[in-house]
């Protein structure tokens, strides 16, 4: 029952930390880096690394071209022809705070998942699907995003510029803060001693 209700507050805790993002000028993404894919060569891809990300296309390749590039933010973009993929991974090479992209030429609505390192989901969006222009949407978490998962129907779409926030601030490991309360346990224990009246 207590490994349950730990469970539970540490979803709670976790989505409570998670927000949606509709802006590149959220607050979330100061600092970002963000990938535009103009330095990509035009191609298929089954998977792509890129610097912070590696985005996976799960049912089939992804295409890095300017074919209807009236539809995302201009330059090279990262779609998928007739429809497949139906879903991308991005797999972020460490965990980071936030995350944004822009889609465009969708006919329905996307659902963006995040997720953190132990594969706990974090955060779930459905975006608008009205077809055409790009719309931006990102997730950001304090705790930590080590993976998005982008699902829609069977439908033609552009990604473009994706913002990759920065990493979470690092917290003291557990065994820090132990050794460190042990190290001030000894410390308190040597004044005692110190202290205490001497016999004559």
Partial sequence: MKRILGCLALALASSANATIITSTADAALAGATVQNFDAVAPGTYASLALPGVTIVGNGGSMSIDNVNGNFGRG?????????????????????VTAFGIYGGAVNGPWVYTAFDAANHRLESITTAGACCSAMFYGIANRAGIARVSLEGPVDWVIFDDLYIGPEPAKVPEPAS???????LAGLAAARRKDKAPRAS
């Fill in 75 to 95: 330059g090279l973009n990262l779609n998928n022809p007739s429809g497949f993929p139906a879903s991308f991974d991005l797999l972020f090479s460490s965990p």
């Fill in 177 to 183: 803060i132990t050794l460190f309360g042990a190290a």
